[in-house]
C-alpha cells in the first residue's frame, strides 16, 4: 500500500472472485482461487466486510455466515500484509459485528487459533467461552 490513508471498509461491498480468492490466498496459505467463494458468500452469509486502499485494491475481508436467526459467526478475517498492523483487523471486526447487530442478530460467534487470542479478546474486545470442536476429517 503506497497511501498513507486509511483503507475504506464497507458492509457487503462489492467483491470478485479473482481478487477475494486472492486475498485469502495470501492470507491463508491456501489456494482458493479456484473456488467459488463469492457465491458461497452470496448463497449463506449475512453479510461481509471488505476494504479497499485508496487506488481500490481490496486489502481486507471478513465473513459474517449466521442461523438465519440469533446467531452470526464471524469467518475468514483476513488481512493483506501490506495492511497489517494498522488497525485494520480490528476495524473489520468491528464492521461485522455492527452489520451482525444491524440485522438483529444477538450472539456473534469466533473461532480462532491460540495466537490470535489477543487480537479478538483485547482488541477486538470479545469475550472468552467455552466451547466444543469435532474435527471432521478425523477418525472418531
Known sequence: MTTTSAPRTQWRGAIDQGELGSLLEEGWGQSLVERDVVGRLQAHSLGWVTARDEEGRLVGFANVAWDGGLHAFLLDTTVAPVARRTGLGTRLVAGATDGARA?????????FEPELRDFYLDACGLEPTAAGLVDLTGAP
Open 103 to 111: 440485522a438483529g442478530c444477538r450472539w456473534l460467534h469466533v473461532d
